[in-house]
């Protein structure tokens, strides 16, 4: 039972260490707080948008709109597309009215089609503008939450994900929800296993009859453990002070943050038997930690080079966002999340297996 | 001394980069022997210890631990270890150290209960025993690193210079439990490069320019080199040494 003291032994530690635990759970409610603040204003991107039944006047005109690609549907295609995520919203015209379905995974997009068909439209209906306008502004205080009027033509507006209110923020909160646990997670472990080996404890431990896998395997428990609490803790705190949408199941994202967790601690590990100091350990945050943020998908991949995406292949953040955008934002199942899942597990197991062999340095058996 | 000697060391060679910190060390401890490792800083005595708990390898040469090839991680069951360093944790108290080790050790909840009390007598920190680490002395923390390294069943007890910092009185009664271990029969293995303490032990190994220049107990040492303390041996043997290496 030596995996259990040595879990049981970190466990205590790192509830002692009062500014570690605020690090870990107070850093990221304050980051995402200000994330909110920041990224609630919109940015703007190239938007593809399916057309059923439009007039080809105004599919032409809204083709004119610089970002914007129309492509032409039957109903149930273009409902495909939308899911799948080819197109970003669906426009279909039906009894001389607008039936818009946006995808809203970007609100950059979602805002981006709002605009286009608003004066694409407008620029359509040159000669009804001077009369509905009039009508338009006596009309306003009975105009329905989710109707909005151009040139006396209905809207209507429909979203899969979350509502008018989405944003950008929401967009990159489950990519940041993972990276915390990451990022923490990495670093705690990889500056404590440090400090055993300068403080010397490290070795001491090697001189009882322990395997070298107890010890990596303690140090799992004690982590993994503590990053189911951070990640309910951030999870709650955005669903509920930050009013994110969680589509699919918390717990999925709590098993995928799970699994990213241990994954940052074998990392941390694994980078602590290369530094020999504290601030070595600090330096791999340039090396390790930044670039799993830009292919985490927080920047659209497909603005990407070919060459450049491929390196994202090799980063766990980027098979961790991959899962936590399906189930927060697409409310992904199981069988939709457990391919990155299982290659989080995959690396898990290679760097486990380094872990234990690299302790060999210290000790010859 | 009919007995089989419980550590061996076999011409054993270490070299760090280009630097020989141990050239051809043979070395045998006898059962119920207190051996002082004695040498100045930087001589290898650490190594050597290292060496046999088998956290460093030999370049040549073999180590043995009763009978049985170093590296091995079940002997490491029977071995007592206190490093140079403290090396505890201190946002523990001393008994979750202890507690800690002990499971380590393997030891069950009884006998760990049992050896806990006992060692933090020994080395007087029983009313200590629940205060956190980072709250203890310089010499309070040599203690309990020296209780930690008597946990277990151990035959052998390898000391990596525990009376440094550790006041006389203390220093006192640490080698007198010492002496009662040998007197069970245990093998403890001391180092040091305080020389009046070579005055209390068995055998005193002398480590000099990477190896043993010689290996007697105090009294011969003395006789041998016609002085009165093992310092003065320790000195005459270094000249002697020294000569024989510029006329070599
Ligand atoms: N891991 C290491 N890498 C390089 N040199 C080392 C290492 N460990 C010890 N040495 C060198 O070996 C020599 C002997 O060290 P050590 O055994 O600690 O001496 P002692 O314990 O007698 O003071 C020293 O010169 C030290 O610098
Ligand atoms: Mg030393």
């Known amino acids: ?365 | 001394m009919n007995d089989i000697s419980v550590i061996t060391l076999n011409n054993v060679v270490k070299r760090f980069g280009k630097q020989t910190v141990l050239n051809h060390v043979n070395m045998q401890i006898y059962p119920g022997q207190i051996v002082g490792l004695i040498g100045p800083s930087g001589a290898g005595k650490s190594t050597i210890i290292k060496i046999i708990l088998g956290m460093e390898l030999a370049d040549e040469g073999s180590t043995n631990v009763f009978g049985k090839q170093m590296p091995n991680r079940r002997l490491l069951g029977r071995i007592g270890y206190m490093a140079q360093s403290d090396a505890l944790y201190e946002s523990l108290s001393g008994r979750e150290n202890l507690q800690f080790y002990a499971d380590m050790k393997g030891l069950n909840k009884r006998s760990s209960d049992m050896q806990i009390m006992h060692v933090a007598q020994v080395v007087d920190l029983t009313s200590s025993l629940d205060k956190r680490v980072n709250g203890y002395s310089g010499g309070m923390k040599r203690r309990l690193s020296l209780a930690i390294a008597m946990l277990g069943n151990n035959d052998i007890l390898i000391l990596d210079e525990p009376t440094v910092g550790v006041d006389p009185a203390l220093r006192r009664s640490i080698w007198a439990e010492l002496k009662k271990l040998r007197n069970q029969g245990k093998t403890i293995m001391v180092t040091t490069h305080v020389m009046d303490e070579a005055e209390l032990v068995d055998e005193v190994a002398l480590l000099l320019g990477g190896r043993i220049i010689a290996y007697s107990d105090p009294y011969s040492l003395k006789q041998y080199y016609q002085v009165n303390s093992i310092e003065e041996v320790f000195l005459k043997a270094e000249a002697i040494n020294n000569a024989y290496n510029v006329n070599y």
């Open chain 1, 1 to 365: 039972m030596r995996i259990m003291s040595i879990t049981k032994r970190v466990t205590k530690e790192l509830l002692r260490d009062k500014r570690t635990l605020a690090l870990m759970f107070l850093a990221p409610m304050f980051i995402l707080f200000l994330m909110k603040l920041v990224f609630s204003v919109n940015s703007t991107t190239s938007v593809n948008i399916a057309t059923v039944n439009v007039q080809s006047g105004l599919v032409s005109d809204l083709d004119k709109v610089s970002h914007i690609d129309t492509h032409k549907y039957s109903l149930s295609k273009a409902n495909d597309a939308l899911k799948n995520g080819t197109v970003d919203a669906v426009v279909r015209y039906k009894n001389s009215e607008y039936y818009v379905t946006y995808a809203n995974t970007d609100a950059s997009k979602t805002n981006a089609t709002k605009a286009a068909l608003k004066s694409s439209i407008i620029v359509n209906n040159m000669g009804q503008l001077k009369r509905s306008l009039l009508r338009f502004q006596s009309q306003v205080p009975q105009v329905p939450e989710k109707t909005s009027k151009s040139g006396a033509i209905k809207i209507h507006n429909k979203y899969l994900y979350g509502d008018k209110d989405t944003n950008f923020f929401d967009k990159i909160v489950p990519i940041l929800m993972g990276f915390f646990v990451f990022f923490f997670v990495f670093l705690i472990s990889g500056m404590a296993l440090l400090n055993e080996r300068t403080s010397g404890t490290l070795y001491r431990l090697l001189a009882t009859p322990v395997k070298r896998s107890e010890i990596v395997f303690g140090y799992m428990l004690s982590y993994g453990f503590l990053a189911i609490l951070q990640t309910l803790i951030i999870v709650l705190f955005t669903i509920w002070a930050l009013n994110v949408e969680v589509v699919g199941s918390v717990f999925y994202v709590i098993l995928i943050n799970f699994v990213l967790a241990l994954v940052a601690l074998a990392f941390g590990i694994l980078m602590s038997t290369f530094a020999k100091s504290e601030f070595q350990m600090m330096q791999f945050i340039p090396l390790v930690v930044i670039p799993q943020i830009f292919f985490s998908g927080i920047i659209p991949m497909d603005s990407m080079a070919q060459g450049v995406k491929f390196i994202s292949y090799i980063l766990p953040m980027k098979y961790a966002g991959d899962a936590l955008t399906g189930v927060v934002m697409n409310g992904y199942s199981i069988g939709q999340i457990i391919i990155p899942i299982l290659v989080l597990l995959l690396f898990l197991v290679v760097l486990t297996i380094l872990n234990i062999v690299g302790l060999r340095k210290y000790r010859k058996v």
